[in-house]
């Protein structure tokens, strides 16, 4: 998917000036799921965000740049200020989205959410049942996750349903796909299965083997990692990832992390202020000063632009923060293979390779 020129250019001036343009806010660590793929390590960690905290907070995004919001959790709609909170970031004039797994959205939450002009995104991991709750371990959660996605669907709102793949469900994809045309809803797969937000590496059990997604790659759910794609700077100088740079995460505890998935805190937002966090954290500023050519290993790497490089995979899954992520790598030379065949093939609408 190419991004467009006008959108592209503010990515990158927003990334090169540092300025928060999109901030994942996370109401609360609870969750009444509990799915094997999730990378929250601890559901009943308390969460310390006040109501009131939260609200200064959307003001303070919003002096920082902040253009789009998500609310997220855990579950967002556990939290029982959810509504107040939503309705404010609205009222900032922020571009909203609530991520949700949407089984909590009965008729009275449904009614208040398309009332926020907002988009909701949904996780939604097979149409058979047996398999969806087994990823979830709560026994009818699929039926509610429906019915969530249908109630915002009747009232207009706009709902995009998520998938990550897992070992478990990724041969799901058209039925799926399917079901989200049918309810008008958008659809969006992705193999990204992150460690624990603490490093805890058990969840990448579950990712779908590079040999496997092969198949995928170039299909009609799963794009491919394309040169053009593969850096936040099209200059070359810029930043190579948005993780500090024009993105961040706050927790529940309130801190503020360079990404979901890259441990460490650059402070917390109960004791300083957004942006006295955003700019002058020490932790913060080495991951958003990360260059090409602070890249021991990757920076002379002729496929560096296939792998989407992940900087928190990197540190978290081979231990160094400047290297090379191996789960990266094996994608390059997939991605490598696929682009060459292509080349070779123009006409081929949806090429396969064997890994």
């Known amino acids: 998917m190419t991004i467009p020129a006008h959108q592209l250019r503010l990515v990158v001036q927003a990334a090169r000036h540092n300025i928060p343009l999109d901030v994942s806010l996370e109401l609360t660590h609870h969750c009444n799921f509990r799915c094997k793929h999730c990378y929250i390590p601890d559901f009943l960690a308390p969460d310390l965000l006040t109501t009131e905290r939260i609200l200064m907070l959307l003001e303070e995004l919003a002096e920082a740049g902040t253009m789009f919001l998500t609310l997220t959790g855990g579950e967002m709609f556990l939290r029982r200020d959810w509504l107040t909170i939503a309705r404010r970031a609205r009222e900032l004039g922020f571009a909203l989205r609530l991520f949700s797994n949407g089984s909590l959205i009965e008729e009275h939450a449904a009614d208040a959410v398309a009332g926020l002009a907002c988009a909701v995104e949904i996780s ?189 995979q990197a540190l978290v899954e081979d231990g160094d923060l400047y290297g090379p992520s191996s789960y990266a790598q094996e994608r390059a030379e997939i991605t490598e293979r696929l682009v060459s065949l292509n080349r070779r093939e123009p006409r081929s609408e949806h090429p396969t390779i064997e890994a």
């Not at 004791?271 to 913060?284: A, G, H, K, Q, T």
């Open 124 to 312: 939604l991991y097979s149409m058979d049942e047996e398999v969806f709750e087994d990823i979830t371990q709560r026994p009818g959660s699929f039926a509610k996750t429906l019915r969530g996605i249908e109630l915002l669907r009747e009232r207009g709102v706009e709902v995009l349903i998520k998938t990550p793949m897992t070992i478990y469900n990724h041969r799901d994809l058209d039925a799926i796909a399917a079901y989200a045309e049918r309810v008008g809803a958008g659809f969006h797969a992705s193999p990204t299965i992150l460690a624990k937000k603490d490093g805890d590496p058990s969840t990448l059990a579950l990712r779908v083997p590079q040999d496997e997604l092969a198949a995928h790659y170039g299909g009609p759910h799963l794009g491919c990692w394309m040169p053009a794609e593969g850096a936040e700077d099209p200059r070359g100088d810029g930043p190579l990832c948005a993780a500090a740079n024009r993105y961040c995460n706050i927790t529940s505890a309130g801190d503020v992390m360079a990404c979901n998935g890259l441990p460490g805190s650059g402070g917390n937002v109960r004791e300083r202020s957004f942006r006295d966090v955003w700019e002058n954290s020490p932790w913060l500023n080495e991951v958003r000063g990360i260059r090409r050519e602070d890249l021991h290993t990757c920076k002379n790497c002729s496929r560096l632009s296939y792998c989407g490089r992940c900087h928190a």
